[in-house]
């Protein structure tokens, strides 16, 4: 029996794509959480201005290596080419309904993308769409790096829910508009930790305090989400969900189709053709003369007698 996704996986995590992707996320870690994580006499609280600046330099250049091990590992010209195509339609949905409560299309088709090309695929299509469309947009700046591994995050997790070879219809639409509706809130509070600690103490009860124990920085950081970026996160998150069960079907199905057509795990084969040269020779067609290759054809036995001479 056939498994219908046996061949849709453009990128298939190896051993040194696995353990890239464990880095870049320990070290994304590190970057959003470091308010929480670092001890109050930390000398990163110290420099409070300064870490997420170093964080963002530090994550330009992860994402870089696991796009690059990645690639290593298995990206070829047609995974490039679905990747190209993916990253470019994500970065023109984006502008239509950014700026407008938190209105994002292109996050709908990085669930999909996610879902039917894999966590590998989705890690990488996930960052470069996102830096695509901040070049379209003009939204290049320290925060870009924190969207790129967000957005990662974000079509990773989608490649990795359960029953990819199994689940297909209103249950797959309705697990996949599940998770966009969840992952667009984490989505929006993890990039609010990107941009929290640079408020500085001028805003009073919600902004990050450098030194002060974690139960008050946490209520601070979630007075601040709940103040600023609930209303977008919510119209993301709907958006997500109401657009995964409407167009879902057709998308997924389109996206299945392009990746069994293009057969990304194919390996070239060569079959013997019908005619050999180490093979017998054909006994079929005429006998030919091996000196002037001309046929040689029989017209019976040869009259030789003595009334015919010689």
């Known amino acids: 029996m056939n498994r219908p996704d046996a061949a849709t996986r453009a990128v298939r995590l190896g051993p ?63 995974a490039v080419a679905m990747l190209g195509v993916l990253a470019a339609t994500g970065a023109a949905l984006r502008p239509l309904g950014a700026g407008t409560a938190g209105l994002e299309p292109m996050f709908f088709l990085m669930v999909l993308s996610g879902r039917v090309l894999g966590p590998g695929f989705g890690f990488v299509l996930g960052s470069v769409t996102m830096f695509a469309s901040a070049l379209l947009t003009g939204g290049v700046g320290p925060w870009l790096p924190f969207q790129m591994l967000a957005m990662g995050w974000f079509t990773l997790g989608a490649g990795l829910l359960p029953g990819s070879e199994r689940l297909r219809g209103a249950g797959e639409r309705l697990l996949l508009a599940g998770y966009g509706f969840l992952a667009a809130f984490a989505y929006g509070t993890v990039m609010n930790l990107a941009g929290w600690p640079f408020m500085g103490e001028l805003t009073s009860s919600v902004a990050f ?58 390996r070239p084969a060569f079959t013997e053709g019908s005619a050999s040269t180490d093979g017998p020779a054909s006994t079929e067609g005429p006998a030919r003369d091996p000196v002037s290759a001309t046929p040689v054809t029989s017209t019976g036995p040869t009259e030789c007698g003595p009334d015919r001479g010689p």
């Open 16 to 78: 040194r794509s696995a353990a890239a992707l464990l880095l870049v996320g320990a070290v994304g870690v590190a970057g959003f959480g470091w308010p929480f994580l670092a001890a109050p006499a930390s000398s990163v609280n110290a420099h409070a201005q300064d870490a997420p600046w170093l964080f963002a330099a530090l994550l330009v250049l992860l994402i870089g290596v696991v796009a690059a091990t990645i690639s290593e590992s298995g990206l070829g010209a047609k």
């Open 209 to 266: 305090q450098p030194g002060e124990p974690v139960p008050e920085n946490l209520v601070r950081f979630l007075a601040y989400c709940l103040a600023t970026s609930l209303g977008w996160d919510l119209g993301r998150a709907v958006l997500t969900a109401v657009l995964t069960l409407a167009l879902g079907g057709t998308v997924l199905k389109a996206l299945r189709r392009a990746t069994r057509r293009a057969a990304f795990d194919a």
